[in-house]
């Protein structure tokens, strides 16, 4: 399921077609109601007020390795206060509770 504002980029045609073509459902938010899509409007903002306010970009290719090494320190090292004050790539790589029992059980048997 895919989540989003009523913007223009995303009620096209196009953006409609495919969804209906590969089965994928759509949920718009209500209008006036961006805290029904929290994370991403948090996301935009840090993206934003981060990375590209604080950067005139020379080139597209400039653009492209500077938001890519923004992303990257995002997702791997900044510590996140939702994830338990972990990085997403140190959550989604953690150990989860019994996961390590059930792979145990299923080798020895």
Known sequence: MVVSDNGTELTSHAVLAWCQDT?????????GKPQQNGFVESFNGRLRDECLN???????????RIIEAWRTDYNTVRPHSSLGGMAPAEFTNRPRQGHMDTEAKLSAA
């Not at 089965?23 to 209008?31: F, K, L, M, S």
């Open 23 to 31: 089965g994928v459902e759509w949920h718009y938010i209500a209008p």
């Open 54 to 64: 604080e950067h005139l970009f020379p080139s597209l290719a400039a653009a492209r």
